[in-house]
C-alpha cells in the first residue's frame, strides 16, 4: 500500500501547461496508460523538452505531467505534457493552460508504481492536515496533477518502490 511520506507548499510562478487532452472516453483498462505509451512511442516529449526548457519554468520542471481537471457536473480532463515557462511558443499539434503564479500542495507518494495510482482523495487530506486548502480556477474546477520526477519515479529503491508527487492547486500563502 502506498504511503504519504512528504507534504509541503511550492510556490510557483506563472506557467504554460503544452499538452494534449484526453477524457473519460480515452480510458483503457481504467487509465491513460495507454495514452502514455503514445507520448513515448511518438517522441511527444522530446519536442516538448526542445520546444520550451521546461527545467527554468521551476523546481522540478522538467517532470513529465499528467494534469486533471475535476468539476462537478462537467466531462474529467486528463492532459500529458509539461509544464513550461509562460508564453512558450505551442508546437503544431499541443494545446495550452496557462497557470498564474500559484503555491501547490505537493504529496510525495512511497510504494510500488501500481500503487501510487489513483490516490488524488489521500493526498488532498494530507494537504488539508498541514491546514493548506485546496482551490477551484475562476470556473470552479479543481486542477491537479501527477507528477513524475526522476530519478525518484524512474529508479526504485532496495523494495522495488518509487517516489509519485501528486500537487493541488492551493490558496497562497500570506507574505
Keep these: 500500500m502506498a504511503q504519504i511520506i512528504k507534504t509541503y507548499r511550492q510556490s510557483v510562478p506563472a506557467m504554460r501547461f503544452i499538452g494534449k487532452k484526453y477524457e473519460d472516453g480515452d480510458r483503457v483498462n481504467g ?4 495514452q502514455w505509451g503514445e507520448w513515448f512511442f511518438n517522441g511527444w516529449f522530446e519536442v516538448l523538452e ?17 494534469l486533471m481537471r ?4 462537467e466531462p474529467f480532463e486528463y492532459w500529458i505534457g509539461m509544464f513550461c515557462p509562460a508564453n512558450t511558443q505551442v508546437p ?3 494545446s495550452i493552460i496557462d ?4 503555491d501547490l500542495g505537493v504529496v510525495w507518494l512511497y510504494g510500488k508504481e501500481h ?6 482523495h489521500k493526498c488532498a487530506d494530507s494537504c488539508f492536515k498541514e491546514g493548506y486548502k485546496i482551490i477551484p480556477d475562476e470556473q470552479g474546477a479543481y486542477w491537479f496533477f501527477e507528477r513524475y520526477v526522476c530519478p525518484r519515479f524512474t529508479t526504485p529503491d532496495e523494495e522495488g518502490n518509487i517516489i509519485l508527487d501528486i500537487c493541488h492547486f492551493i490558496e497562497k500563502a500570506e507574505k
Design 92 to 94: 503544431a499539434g499541443y
Design 50 to 66: 526542445k520546444t520550451c526548457n521546461p527545467k527554468s519554468a521551476y523546481e522540478n520542471g522538467d517532470a513529465f505531467i499528467g
Design 99 to 102: 497557470f498564474d503564479e500559484s
Design 31 to 34: 487509465g491513460f496508460g495507454k
Design 70 to 73: 475535476w468539476k462537478e457536473g
Design 115 to 120: 500503487e501510487v495510482y489513483g490516490q488524488e
